[in-house]
C-alpha cells in the first residue's frame, strides 16, 4: 500500500516565505508532481491546536459562544486554542485553555483523535479531548477574550450540529464523536 500511495506524493524544490505573523506564517512552495512536472502551492504553517468537549456528570457540555471576527459573527463553540509552541504536549494545552477559557478542571481526558480542518491549504492539526470529572473554579480569560461560558445537555448539541446551528467545524466532529464515544 506504501508503494502505492507513493505515486501520488509532491516533492518540494523550493519555498517562499510570504508572510510571518504572531499565529500564521504563509509560504510558497514550488513542488514537483508524480508526472515530474512542476506546481505551486500555497500554504499556511500553523503551530498547532487543541480543543476540548468537557461533559459534566449529568451529561452536559460546558460550550462557548464568542465573536469570531473573520466571519464576522457570534458562534457556539467547545473550548479550543492554539499551543503555545511547537513542542508543548497537546494534553496539558488542553488542560490549560479548559481551564482559562471555562475555569474547569477535569479527573478524566479521553483523546478523540486529530483532525485537518483544511488540508488542501494548511498544516494545522487540532487534537480533540474529551474531560469528565469536572470540577468548577474560575476563567483566567487572555488579554482581549471575551465569551460566554454556558451548558448544554450533549443530546441537544448532537442534533445541533445535525441541523447546522453549530458552523464551527472542531466543534461539530468532537461533539459527534463524544456523542459515539458515550453511546448516545
Known amino acids: ?29 514550488t513542488v514537483e508532481l508524480p508526472d515530474e512536472s512542476r506546481a505551486t502551492r500555497e500554504v499556511i504553517r500553523h503551530i498547532g491546536a487543541v480543543c476540548v ?18 466571519i464576522d459573527q457570534v458562534i457556539t463553540e467547545i473550548p479550543a486554542g492554539k499551543l503555545d509552541s511547537p513542542k508543548e ?14 475555569g474547569y478542571t477535569a479527573d478524566e481526558w479521553i483523546d478523540l483523535g486529530t483532525f485537518y480542518g483544511a488540508a488542501a491549504y494548511t498544516d ?14 474560575k476563567q483566567e480569560l487572555d488579554q482581549g477574550e471575551f465569551l460566554d461560558v454556558y ?23 468532537a461533539i459527534l464523536k463524544a456523542a459515539r464515544y458515550l453511546g448516545l
Open 1 to 29: 500500500m506504501l508503494n502505492e500511495l507513493e505515486r501520488l506524493k509532491e516533492t518540494n524544490i523550493s519555498t517562499e516565505e510570504i508572510f510571518s505573523g504572531n499565529i500564521l506564517h504563509v509560504v510558497r512552495d
Open 53 to 70: 468537549i468537557p461533559v459534566t456528570d449529568e451529561g452536559k457540555v460546558v460550550i462557548e459562544r464568542q465573536f469570531r471576527y473573520p
Open 89 to 102: 504536549d497537546r494534553l496539558e494545552a488542553a488542560k490549560r485553555e479548559l481551564r482559562e477559557e471555562t
Open 124 to 137: 494545522e492539526k487540532i487534537t480533540m479531548y474529551m474531560a469528565r470529572g469536572l470540577h468548577k473554579g
Open 151 to 173: 451548558e448544554v445537555p450533549l443530546t441537544e448539541l448532537v442534533e445541533d450540529v445535525m441541523k447546522n446551528r453549530i458552523p464551527d467545524g472542531k466543534s461539530e466532529i
